[in-house]
């Protein structure tokens, strides 16, 4: 009888098990489709002062919002609740400046913005009773210090003979993230030869990218123009972009064009023909 009672009571605590089971994974399931339309939208890069929205549009699918919440990595800054009074909440965050007046249920926007709020922003939103629905979708961004100064070349084979070797570096100014570099021929996108990073003396976090070329001049690298230009491309994100060129004309003597009359050779006999007017030969007579 014992063993009979204690049987009954394994059995019936498995199914509530099962049932809770089946009804969390239906919750999740449901829960996912609820709020399947969460999307984020951030800026990938901004520059340092400027003031930046936030968006984080979603579809409840006619359930009530219980809370919308945003992270900046896992730390919690910014919280709206419809049934609470002020239903808007701002947490202290180094570098986070929230204009609440000018953010709502679907946007916050951030004031001067500082290098060190770069990273990933999360947006969170929760359906009300009975369900309490929950998703959430994050995206990243930088702020950038966008450099004021161009990139540089310097040419390190001065010759510009066919048959020679052309080698140049192209040096970005000082940026975090590290800048974009290309080289360019005559307009025609080449790879580097080199890739390297230079630290920053006044900002650990600055980078200086350095790419070498190296290019064989050969009757090609002219074109019709006799000049061999070198152009380098540095972007960063959409905020910067600049490019810088150098040119090298081909010392090559080039052909002259041929004389009318020609040229004698050596040892050639030239013959000068005299056209004597008629009224001298009779005086000659």
């Known amino acids: 009888m014992k063993n009979h ?30 709020l399947s339309e969460v ?12 003031t930046v929205t936030l968006q984080c549009h979603y579809d409840l699918e006619g359930q009530p919002l219980y809370t919308l919440k945003w ?12 049934k609470e009074h002020p239903n808007t909440q701002v947490f202290p965050f ?48 930088y702020v ?25 570096n192209c040096t970005s100014p000082y940026s975090y993230p590290p800048m974009n570099l290309t080289w360019f021929v005559n307009g025609v996108k080449v790879n580097d030869s ?11 976090n600055e980078v200086s990218v350095r790419i070498g070329l190296k290019h064989f001049i050969d009757h090609k690298s002219y074109h019709n123009s006799g000049v061999l230009r070198l152009k380098c491309v540095a972007s960063l994100f959409n905020l910067y972009r600049e490019e810088v060129e150098a040119s090298m004309e081909d010392d090559q003597p080039k052909p002259r064009p041929s004389s009318v009359l020609g040229t004698p050779n050596s040892g050639s006999v030239i013959s000068t023909c005299y056209i004597v007017p ?3 030969i009779h005086l000659l007579r």
């Open 5 to 34: 009672y204690t049987n009954m009571v394994v059995d019936i605590t498995a199914r509530k098990k099962c049932n809770l089971h089946v009804f969390i994974l239906l919750n999740l399931l449901t829960g996912i489709k609820a």
């Open 39 to 50: 999307d984020v939208i951030v800026p990938q890069a901004v520059a340092v002062g400027d």
């Open 71 to 82: 992270y900046k990595g896992a730390r919690e800054f910014y919280r709206f609740i419809p």
């Open 94 to 141: 180094p570098g986070i400046d929230v204009d609440l007046n000018k953010s709502n249920l679907h946007a916050i926007v951030l004031r001067n913005v500082q290098p060190e709020i770069s990273g990933t922003y999360r947006c969170e939103v929760s359906t009300d009773a009975p369900n309490f629905y929950t998703n959430m979708m994050s995206a990243s961004m």
């Open 144 to 168: 950038l210090n966008v450099p004021q100064s161009k990139p540089q070349i310097e040419t390190r084979n001065y010759s510009s003979d066919l048959g020679q070797v052309v080698m140049a």
């Open 194 to 204: 080199y890739y390297s990073k230079i630290p920053s003396t006044f900002n650990p």
């Open 278 to 280: 008629p009224l001298l």
